[in-house]
């Protein structure tokens, strides 16, 4: 066969997983390393997200004084992770690699550096061996003019990060700022003066140098390709796997318009997203409703990966799923936001159109849509839900695209965000049930019960409030349960919530090596994945950051195979080597 290019190792995406597969390729000797990127700019999801990883004993972590053991992070796996959605081995594998991989990479590039998260605590509080801080970490924020010319190619983190649509903040900086905690007043004053003081900056850019979250941990890991000249290749669409006698060799991708072949000598690995922006795809594997309009994931993740590798043979697990999360969309915004915190805080509840609450609201947000999903049915329906809060709520927190009441009063609200259902105000819980529909007996019961709960500080339907993580996202001012409060001040408020998410997260079947498997559990030969387009190996969510952990330890674990590096004596010989023939 005769081809176009030809590279050691070809990887398709750009994103968390995609880029640690080619660092990794590199310093362990395949240094011609190639990524090819679908969109006009680079990162994808791992971009738009919050950026953080959960690796429990990482060095990070114990750097900062946190105490944990793999023991424990076993125990709280075993319970919090469905025996039959995921091969143990693969969660063990990841528990043990997961520092290892975090370890190279932040002694191999000094770009690398993350913040523990001392007080983000597990999902799953209530599962032995959870810890209340400590697992997840957050990419340190940097300067967008790092990159040079190539900070114009970056996807920038979802709008909703931007304080203002203006200024970036850390995953902490937003706990700190939506939930009025001690020094959001300080921490305001100190963001905005950086931001009006960068003056150079300013006046030729919307948001400011300093980016956060996922735009921060995507530029990090492209400062390191970049230093070591691995080239990613924009506006270039993989379009089919090419397969040689039961081996994958190559791909074949559209560049300038036009077929071009690329052969990859030691292997392709597949590190595209999910599949959430294909509504065939949704209507064909995912439970009902589902709709690409509720999803935060970038509408390039077309399933485009599994597509491919389904057509040589690789066998799928968790199709029927996805990294859910309930959104908001306003019609005026470009992507739905990730309703997260608002619906956590004091003083609102979320109800289907019957009037009844669906689930603990301040529960971790992949738990809450899969309890409404598992609640859902014609007869049952939860879809669409809104939620519910008064005059008092909307002074004092941010709700999605409508701010605070006082940066953006009811008077400035567009006219389309009262058509169509999207959201209702009225002077009385009954009147706001009456404009949208929903059943006003029940609203009346639901709110007046919560109005109740509030002053014992007990949710009595859901618990809400009862573990850490609730109150993580609750207003600790707020007492007895800093996520109960009344709703009793006029007017009320309803805004739609949609049963969202950002990202699908099942795929190809992969093994410990993240070579992709057949159904009969053989492996595809020169055929790796990682990340959205792979099946999820921690697929309920048991802390912040349980996708991208994941999809970078086996983007890393893919580079290992490919380079023929077995165990760690290995690895430390091989990377000397490649430091030594670089220099």
Not at 56 to 61: C, D, R
Not at 184 to 195: D, E, G, P, S
Not at 428 to 444: F, P, R, V
């Given at each position: 066969m005769s081809w176009d290019h030809e590279v050691d190792v070809l990887v398709v995406g750009t994103g968390n997983g995609a880029m640690t597969a080619a660092l990794s390729a590199y310093e362990m000797g395949l240094q011609n390393v190639l990524l090819l990127e679908k969109a006009a700019k680079f990162g994808g999801t791992s971009s738009v997200s919050g950026g953080g990883i959960w690796i429990?004993?990482?060095?990070?972590?114990k750097a900062a004084g946190a105490s944990d053991s793999l023991e424990d992070a076993r125990a709280y796996l075993k319970d919090t992770i469905p025996a039959d959605e995921v091969p143990w081995q693969l969660v063990d594998n990841y528990?043990?690699?997961?520092?290892?991989?975090?370890?190279?990479?932040?002694?191999?590039?000094?770009?690398?550096?993350?913040?523990?998260?001392?007080?983000?605590p597990d999902y799953y509080m209530?599962?032995?061996?959870?810890?209340?801080?400590?697992?997840?970490l957050e990419p340190q924020p940097i300067n967008k003019s790092d990159l040079g010319e190539d900070m114009h190619d970056l996807v920038d983190t979802h709008h909703m990060i931007y304080m203002m649509d203006r200024i970036g903040m850390t995953q902490e900086e937003a706990q700190i700022l939506m939930t009025r905690a001690k020094g959001?007043?300080?921490?305001?004053?100190?963001?905005?003066?950086?931001?009006l003081t960068d003056f150079g900056w300013l006046f030729k850019h919307k948001h400011s140098r300093r980016i956060t979250c996922g735009s921060a941990g995507v530029?990090?890991?492209?400062?390191?390709?970049?230093?070591?000249?691995?080239?990613?290749?924009?506006?270039?669409?993989?379009?089919?796997?090419?397969e040689e006698e039961g081996k994958i060799v190559g791909v074949i991708a559209e560049k300038d318009g036009k077929p071009f072949r690329i052969h990859a000598k030691n292997g392709v690995v597949l590190a595209a997203g999910g599949f959430e922006h294909n509504q065939q795809m949704r209507d064909q594997y995912l439970p009902k409703p589902t709709n690409t309009a509720w999803s935060g994931g970038v509408k390039s993740n077309t399933g485009d990966a599994h597509q491919a590798g389904m057509k040589v043979g690789a066998d799928t697990r968790l199709m029927n799923s996805a990294w859910w999360c309930t959104t908001i969309s306003a019609p005026d915004e470009p992507s739905p936001r990730l309703a997260i915190i608002e619906k956590s805080m004091p003083g609102s509840c979320v109800v289907n159109m019957r009037g009844e609450r669906i689930a603990n609201e301040s529960q971790n947000y992949m738990a809450y849509q899969r309890e409404l999903f598992e609640k859902h049915s014609d007869d049952t329906a939860q879809v669409p839900a809104y939620m519910i809060f008064d005059s008092r709520f909307r002074k004092e927190y941010v709700v999605g695209p409508l701010l605070t009441k006082g940066l953006r009063p009811d008077s400035k609200l567009p006219e389309s965000y009262f058509e169509n259902g999207f959201m209702a105000i009225a002077d009385?819980?009954?009147?706001?049930?009456?404009?949208?529909?929903?059943?006003?007996?029940?609203?009346?019961t639901t709110v007046a019960n919560l109005n109740q709960d509030s002053i014992t500080g007990k949710d009595r339907e859901f618990g809400r409030g009862d573990t850490a993580y609730d109150q993580y996202y609750g207003d600790?001012?707020?007492t007895p349960n800093p996520c109960l409060a009344p709703i009793d001040e006029g007017p009320f408020y309803a805004i739609r919530i949609d049963p969202g998410d950002f990202g699908t997260h099942g795929g190809l079947q992969i093994n410990s090596n993240a070579q992709v498997l057949r159904a009969d559990g053989s492996n595809i030969e020169g055929l790796y994945?990682?990340?959205?387009?792979?099946?999820?190996i921690l697929p309920t969510y048991p802390g912040p950051g349980s996708t991208l952990g994941p999809a970078m330890t086996y983007g890393w674990l893919a580079a290992k195979h490919m380079s023929g590096i077995t165990n760690d004596a290995a690895l430390a010989e091989k990377t000397d080597e490649t430091e030594t023939a670089t220099a």
């Open positions: 429990p004993n990482s060095h990070f972590s528990l043990q690699n997961a520092p290892k991989m975090l370890k190279f990479l932040s002694e191999r590039s000094s770009h690398i550096d993350y913040i523990s998260l001392g007080h983000y209530q599962s032995p061996g959870a810890r209340d801080g400590h697992r997840s959001w007043i300080a921490l305001t004053m100190k963001l905005f003066a950086r931001y530029a990090r890991l492209f400062l390191s390709l970049k230093d070591r000249n691995i080239p990613i290749w924009l506006n270039t669409p993989m379009q089919e796997l090419i009385s819980i009954g009147e706001l049930a009456d404009k949208l529909g929903i059943d006003k007996t029940n609203l009346g600790a001012a707020v994945a990682c990340g959205n387009c792979a099946a999820a």
